[in-house]
């Protein structure tokens, strides 16, 4: 999965001198661009970005939803890329470093019953350099706690799924990591 | 060339072609390639033309025949030869002595041959077997030609390559490394020998009391066995001996510093005649509780009837000699006479009393016999060995049986892992039932690829269903240069709750078969020292520390790395990375002066209930609000110098008393919190992963048992999905929805002005005189107002107004527990304040007032938790509203309400019906957590207080019942011992009420806050504050003094979310019963429609807790007969196991001391509420200065002291007022 960032300043309005400065400025501003799954077809994604309580957006939207998008064709393109550009373009203020923005993208498409499942969970710090980069992010998603539930996932097109996507991005209770089986697309 | 050109004429051509193929190969091979090199080389020429004529022989007699005549025709025959395409017999085509051979019949494979027509074939054949001497080369031994199999590819391996791209990049890759990684060498191939001897059991769940005992007497054994080995005792008495041998050499002797030595040396045999003392009764103890658990593994046995184990104790005495029990007499007389002197040199200066020689002897003695062999004792020879005869009679047989079947179904394997990954796993054993061993003789060669990092053996119990994990531990690894021949048996203890024993193994580097040890190379055992060193500690003190404790050597290279370290530290931080530096914002030293915005962000990260919530810490330390940090610091200082903050006396001062009582509170409950959070951080998966339940058998039987269902389309079910938390950053936007439908019984408008100055009169006149004179009687209208925000209908009009009007409020911040929606009604006055009347034709000039006619709060949470609030509920009104009057409801409304007698339905009170909702429903953030504190109870109880209140949940989910409450020192405790009757405080003026009512109306004015702790009776006032449970207790405790039986109710107000409430019934009439309010004092009948209690979960009182089990949880709908068990389920059953904490544990206190408030500080207080009310009154209005009229003060202030008492307040509380009313217009 990729994500282009730039250019992301540590902005300073110009109305205000150095020495009144309160607060300093992050604008994000790239976009979703595609993801590499070799095992699924028609994707869609969502984006979001967690920050910190120190941190307010003050322009933008903090999340979005792609399309469904179709994987270049073997003879045209040999990734086999998902593509969206879902543009992302936030702007943050903030006090205090603690809480940097990260952004989450979670992958959804349909299995073979046409349910709507996750395929993947992604995320990653809002890149610190203020030049245009591009991150790739290993996509992952919980595998069931049984070979049974598994199998019963599979039929009835319910798998398990996070509470809330944000949890990849918290430390706290990552100690049961063992039940998260981490399945990763190869990075590009 | 001449000869060739002769050769190659087109008839000679022409009749070359009928020759056999060979040759005519030859010859085109001669015709294309002419030989460059007879042209240069006219030397060769000749030769060449020889050795070409000499070739085609056969090209010569063609020649010959080209020139001979045609009468020679007829020979032809002779000379030309035509193949037949008959096919040529196998024979023929071997030659003499050939014979076929069926090569496919003889089982040799036989390869699929091109194929070729048959008349082609046989044509060749001839041809060919017409050669006699080259035939053989021809043909194979089954008479076929030989050729060359058929290819097996239709298509060709290679792709079709473009000659002329040849753009296609090509990449050198070396394969060297792969080949290197992939297949190791057998040098660097290591091979680990294991083996496995036994494993022993020392601890076992299978264990009878025998084993358990057999085991005891092993280890005491072993204990007595080390002991001796040690001859610590004898090496001590020899010692002692050489020491006082000294001394008395020294004391022969004089001269100078002999005194000194004499009293050092005097104090060392002191010392050291203690400890050997100490040393020899240890000895002799554990000798003691050897034979003591051999005597009763004896007596068990004896017991029993047979013998179980192999363990036996061979005792043996050794009976001493006459001489030497006389030899061992004067020794002993020997030491009791040295003691004596010893103790007695020792004893003199500080003691000037003389003690008889005899006590001293017997003191002395007894010391020796404690450590020492009496004389005449007889020596005592201990031996353990596991030869015991098992007993094999037909009880020994049953416990045998039944032990042995026990142990098949528990055998034991071993898996053996390497790195992590399991290597090997064992056969299961079954233990041996006596000594519950298991022989396993195990050798395992390992041969691996990588180094050893850990090496460890997992002890599995092998059940017939499932494995289950016994014990892991590491083996040890050997040292550079062992093989397994050379170590010693090894015993590698495991053990955990149940289990414990050991594992007799050794390991060892094998050799291969060149007789090389086959180890890791050199940089394994660096790597292995650098392992060590990666446990170092991180700081440079601990480091240094560590190194002076492990010395380990300054010359090894390996460790030279710490030991610059630990040399460097001065220099600088310990793991300081260049790169990461770019990273630090603040020094060390920042953090150390305590920057006040470092030190909150800090706290914060630690989730100081203070700062845990606080956004946005400025960027600048400046910029903290001011005293922040400080207060912080203040509270901390008070909390760690106060110990018990209850115990603390208070100031004299109300008002700091009051905030003193706040602040133990809130340290209450942040001790509280502070325990609880650390269990509440931790989440389970559920709470994680949404994931479908594997279906078990009762849920697959139901879903079969709908299939064989008659289906009903027409009913179509909902099936109920789990409520999805709000996603993403932006979770908390949502609308509060009110839908405020009608009111009824609101007060009507009554001009005071216009009513006649005879108050009597007034009262008595009918009240729908007021109405008469104002066209509209009240104009009512609704605000709703959230968190700042608010939304109001639009005015009806009348008494009983209906709105059906929708108010949203959208929810933007965050919202707390402890938010509460207000809704407010109002009355409506328009005032027409246009001046000029000519203007009135073109100008509307009019004034809108508000009179505020009743309230409610609605707590959020209540919200939140039931998704919807529907209903009619009574408004919050004061007892006089003035120039507002209420029409007598009886005359309106009458058959629609029925009798109500509760004060607050006979009462004037207005209705409002509403409906509040969320859209989209908000989940709460998080459930609250149950918080394991330290219990007071007994565990049992504990647990089956737990146990019951689970059930409880089980069957209603709903129902929350507490069992175990938290007290004020962060303890839980059984919520049945906070009950006892407590006698109320007297009051002498009960303005007409009943006493329990008066009660009531004071524990309804203690202050409240929000905590879950369960403060006493006694804790509640000397805070002065409590909290609603606290409080609810108190009351019931107070009822239970008066003629009621009194209980606690647990349940739920719409009103209020989950709260407390008492219940009482008269012991005169059973049937009467009411459920008294905390917060307003009210008392309400079970069958009150507006009773504040919607929901019963549960009834406590000082013997039992009743959780409500049945279906209704109205009280109006309930029983409320607590023996009857299908309705409420009790915490302690009768005649059951765990009986409730009985009286004596008792947390109330038997009565209270209620102390008087000074009537200074009352008065203080009414100074400051009247000052607060001034300064407010004045700056109401932005634009214009509101006089604070003195009169109306004194007068208001006459009236509420009389509302207290409720019957009759209105017409005390007009008659004062009255000349007031008259005097000025009088707004509420």
Known sequence: MSKDVSPNNFGRSSAEGASSRQFFVVSISGSVEAAEFPEHDELYCRYFVEFGSDWQIISGVAEGMSQISKKSKCHIDDRQLCVWNLPVELTLKSTNITGWPKIVVSVYGNDSFGNDVVRGYAWSFVPLESTATTLSMPAFVPASSSKLQEMTAWFTGRRPEFLNPAIVVHGESREREQILFIFCPPMF | MATAGKINTPDAEARCNKRTQSENMSEQTQEINPRPSSNAADDGEPEAVTNLQELLGAAGAVAQFKEASPEKVADLSQIIFYPSSKPVVAEEKLGSGGRVRFLEEEGIYVPTLPSVRWNMRSKMERRLVTDAIRKKKWFQEDGELKSCEEELLENPVRPNLDEENSNIATIFRDCSNDVERFIPSSET????????????????????????????????????????????????????????????????????????????YELEIKDLRTTTLLQGAAERSVLAAVL??????????????????????????????????????????????QVVKEMRREQKPQEEEEKENSDWVQLAGKL?????????????IIDLSQDLETSIDSKSLKAQNRLQNHLHRQKVCLKILYNGSEVCQSMPYVLDSQTFSADMSIMLPLSAVHWPQNFSLQILQHSTIKKALIAEVSLPLPEKGCTREEVPVQKVFFGNETHSGYVLCKTGWGKDADGNLRQPSGRYWETAVSCVAKKVPKTPEELQMWIDRSRIDPNNPANSEIISKAKNHALGDLNSDPLASDLDFCTEGEFKEGDARLKILELREKGHPAFCNMKMVPINARELPEGLLKEFRDRHWQQSSQVNFIEEEADDSLANHRTWALNSIREIKEKIQRQGRLSSRKKTMRELVTEDL?????????????????????????????????????????????????????????????????????????????????????????????????????????????????LQIPIQEEVFDHDVINIRLFDEIVVDVLNDERLRDIDVHTRHEKAWLGAINIPFSAVQRTAKIDGTFPLNAQQLLLGYE???????????????????????????????????????????????????????????????????????????VPALVATANGKTACLTRFFRPIKPPEVKDTHSRTLAEVTSRFVSLIPRTQSNVCLTAEEIMKLCYGDQMSNAILLTCFLQTFDLDAWLLIGWGVTRGASYFALTRDKQSPNEMAIWDVFTGLKSKLDDPFCPATLVWAVANKDNIWANVQKESAPRRMRFDFSRLSDWSPAFVPAGAVAAPGSETVLQPESIQFTKTPSESCKELVSRLESILKENFMTWRTNLRTRWNRHCCSVLRKVLSTLENQINCKKE??????????????MN
């Open chain 2, 1213 to 1226: 509380a007009m008659r004062e007022l009255q000349p007031l009313i008259a005097a000025h217009k009088v």
């Open chain 2, 368 to 380: 020796l016999k404690e450590s020492l062999k009496p004389p005449g004792e007889p020596e005592m």
């Open chain 2, 694 to 806: 594997v279906p078990d058998i009762g849920t697959l039987g139901l879903t079969l048992m709908a299939w064989f269902q008659p289906s009903r389309p027409l009913r179509p079910m909902r099936k109920p999905r789990p409520q999805v938390a709000i996603q993403g950053s932006t979770a908390h936007s949502s609308t509060l929805i009110v839908n405020v439908v009608s009111a009824l019984q609101v007060p009507t408008r009554k001009d005071l002005d216009l009513e006649p100055s005879n108050a009597n009169s007034f009262f008595e006149g009918s009240p729908t005189n007021a109405a008469a004179f104002n066209t509209v009687a009240v104009r009512p209208f609704v605000e709703v107002s959230f968190k700042g925000a608010s939304a109001r209908t639009r005015a009806a009009e009348g008494a009983n107004p209906t709105w059906n009007c929708e």
């Open chain 2, 886 to 960: 209420q029409e007598e409801q009886s005359r309106q409304f009458g058959p629609l309400l029925g009798p109500l007698e509760s004060p607050r339905g006979s009462a004037n009170c207005t209705f409002l019906n509403f409906f509040i909702t969320l859209q989209p429903p908000m989940v709460l953030a998080e459930p609250e957590t149950t918080e394991r504190l330290e219990c007071m109870e007994s565990s049992s109880v504990e647990r089956h207080l737990e146990d019951w209140s689970s059930q409880v949940t089980a069957l209603f989910p709903d129902r929350k």
């Open chain 2, 292 to 337: 003591a658990v051999w005597e009763e593994l004896k007596d068990l046995r004896e017991r029993q009837g047979f013998v179980g184990c192999p363990t036996k104790l061979t005792v043996s005495q050794e009976v001493v000699s006459e001489g030497r029990r006389k030899k061992e007499e004067r020794l002993w007389k020997d030491a009791v006479k």
């Open chain 2, 189 to 264: 191939m290591i091979l680990l020998e294991l083996q496995l001897n036994s494993l022993h059991f020392t601890q076992h769940p299978l264990f009878t009391a025998e084993h358990t005992l057999a085991q005891r007497l092993t280890e005491t054994f072993y204990c007595y066995q080390k002991k001796l080995a040690a001859r610590s005792f004898e090496r001590m008495s020899k010692r002692l001996t050489a020491l006082r041998h000294a001394h008395e050499l020294l004391k022969n002797k004089s001269g100078e510093g002999v005194e000194e030595k004499l009293q050092r």
